[in-house]
């Protein structure tokens, strides 16, 4: 809020050398590498779809309403005032105003109703844009947004299920799915014994003679607990089985899925994430018998770009944060903003927020091809895992640094740096952490060595470019020729190095000289730091720092 009419003369003393707060902002326009990254990755409908979403999530009124959705998290309702059973979530408005944000929009769909010409760009911006606004109920627009591609599988349930993922009317009430046109999904694999391990789920399914099933067991981990439906994995005769279970059965009952208890989380406290029981519960078989996890995967995959997304928004906004700060607050006689300590830190920040939006973009439009471009679909195969990896390993240390940028007042929560820092770990840790990450990079490199081959085609357009990225491509080369089990002895240095060098190669072809070369000198350069702030000494400041809000 902006707080030009708060009183600045006290009782005791006059309110000096504060930054004035809040105002509203344009998260397109004044955001010159999302312009920038959306005319190189996306046909021009994006941007301009985008427009209204960025100029609307800029009103400083959503940050008091994201606000206002973390103090008052999500609250369970397992039973009625008469002791029947409900398992409901109750969320405050402000949580259903976000989601409405997103689905008014169409932002869920839209990867979907535009698919094969910049629907996963416009997707992907939108995400950008949203989790700047509060990254928790992102999780349900993610969600509902992977569950598609698992639908497709089954044209009845297509049929049934498809235009409601795709309505844009959110309706948050706890009816029938026939009684509403819109519909948000879940998914449910992990279970106590076995998180990253899915095959280890002991959740039960029992195939019924009307070609149903029915699901008893446990999960430890279930996002978004209201959603209409939920993405299943479970035990049959033929191994495990992807399920699609509805909040009601077919015949209008609540469906048997128990909420025993919501986790009380270090973050990411507007969405809700519990654990849940299938008791009995009715279940419609989706994809092949025993091919689950081939099947929910491909859900997973789409996530996974969200995971490795939504780092990026949340480095943008904080970024902005701290920028902000720093022009309007004074220190030893200077702004904060001229101090050229802080001006190398923030620059750095910038740069990094920039370099992770081009590899999300750029593996965006991976997806967006990959149907009819084998280019594009290797590397789809092959980007999300290292975006998600790299982009996740940045964020708790970058979102540290931004909130030391504001001082004490960025530990305290009425800033959104506390909220970010405590945020940026679970993008990390769910839809594979970042150990099964490195893992999923050697898989494809060992099973798709066409995605690996896409992927040095890509660095090679930025060869000669800059001595740093050369000489990180060269000893790139040399290593990926190690043996597997070298290969997987180095699977995070190996994973993090493809990941920086397609940044690399993204912001040398396609951002100004400043951002390229300072970024290859300070990310693969001989003087790297795994601090933020460690530029070179001549790196170009004022380039850089006025790209940020220009
Ligand atoms: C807030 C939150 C919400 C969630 N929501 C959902 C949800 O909606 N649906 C759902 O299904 N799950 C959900 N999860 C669960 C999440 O996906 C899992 O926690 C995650 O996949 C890790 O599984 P795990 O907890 O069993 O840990 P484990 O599988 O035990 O892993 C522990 C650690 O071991 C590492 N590791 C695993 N295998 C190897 C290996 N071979 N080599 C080296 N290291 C390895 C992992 O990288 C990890 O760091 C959620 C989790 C959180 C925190």
Request: proline content about 6%.
């Amino acid at each position: 809020m902006a707080d030009h009419a708060a009183r600045t003369h006290l009782a005791t003393h006059e309110v000096t050398n504060q930054p004035l707060l809040g105002g509203d902002h344009d998260l397109l326009e004044e955001d010159m590498a999302l312009r920038e990254a959306l005319a190189r990755e996306a046909p021009a409908w994006v941007a301009a779809r985008l427009a209204p979403l960025a100029r609307e999530a800029g009103r400083d009124t959503w940050q008091a309403i994201a606000d206002e959705a973390n103090r008052h998290p999500p609250e369970l309702r397992v039973f009625d005032r008469h002791g029947r059973r409900l398992d409901e979530v109750h969320y405050t408005e402000a949580y259903h105003r976000l989601m409405h944000l997103a689905c008014d929009g169409g932002w869920q769909a839209v990867a979907w109703e535009q698919e094969g010409e910049g629907g996963h760009q416009a997707h992907v911006a939108a995400l950008y844009v949203l989790t700047q606004v509060e990254p928790g109920f992102c999780c349900p627009i993610t969600m509902t947004h992977a569950a598609y591609p698992v639908l497709r599988h089954d044209s009845g349930v297509l049929d049934e299920w498809g235009p409601r993922l795709l309505a844009n009317d959110y309706d948050p009430r706890a009816l029938p799915a026939g009684d509403k046109r819109a519909a948000t999904f879940g998914m449910a694999m992990t279970e106590k014994q076995g998180g990253s391990d899915v095959r280890r789920n002991t959740t039960q399914a029992t195939r019924q003679p009307d070609g149903s099933a029915r699901l008893t067991g446990h999960k430890w981990f279930c996002s978004a607990p209201m959603s209409d439906a939920f993405l299943t994995l479970a035990q049959d005769d033929a191994g495990i089985g992807c399920f699609l279970v509805p909040r009601f059965r077919p015949d209008g009952e609540r469906n048997g899925i128990q909420l025993q208890r919501l986790k009380d989380k270090c973050g990411n406290r507007a969405n809700a994430s519990a654990e849940i029981e299938y008791a009995d519960a009715w279940a419609h078989p989706i994809g092949e018998p025993g091919r689950g996890v081939a099947t929910i995967l491909e859900m997973v995959q789409q996530t996974r770009l969200d995971a490795a997304t939504a780092p990026a928004g949340m480095m943008r906004q904080a970024t902005l944060e701290a920028w902000r700060h720093v022009q309007g607050r004074e220190a030893f006689g200077k702004r904060l903003a001229d101090q050229p300590l802080m001006r190398r830190v923030i620059a750095d920040l910038a740069l990094e927020t920039e370099a992770s939006l081009a590899l999300c973009l750029r593996t965006a439009r991976a997806f967006d091809g990959a149907a009819r471009d084998p280019h594009e679909h290797a590397l789809a195969r092959l980007l999300p895992a290292l975006a998600k990896f790299w982009h996740n390993k940045r964020g708790p240390a970058f979102m540290a640094e931004a909130m030391e940028c504001l001082g004490g007042i960025g530990y305290v929560e009425e800033a959104p740096l506390a909220r970010l820092y405590r945020e940026a770990p679970v993008n990390s840790i769910w839809e594979g952490s970042g150990n099964v990450m490195c893992l999923d990079v050697m898989r494809v490199m060992t099973r798709h060595p066409e995605s690996i081959a896409a992927l040095r085609q890509e660095l090679a357009l930025a060869r000669g470019a800059h001595p740093d990225f050369d000489r990180a491509f060269e000893a790139l080369e040399r290593r990926l020729k190690a043996t597997p089990d070298v290969l997987e002895a180095q699977a995070r240095w190996l994973t993090q190095r493809l990941a920086q060098c397609l940044q690399a190669a993204l912001l040398l072809r396609h951002a100004p000289a400043a951002i390229g070369e300072t970024f290859c000198a300070a990310r693969l350069g001989e003087e790297t730091s795994p601090l933020f702030g460690v530029l070179p000494s001549h790196a170009p400041l004022d380039a850089i720092l006025e790209r940020i809000m220009p």
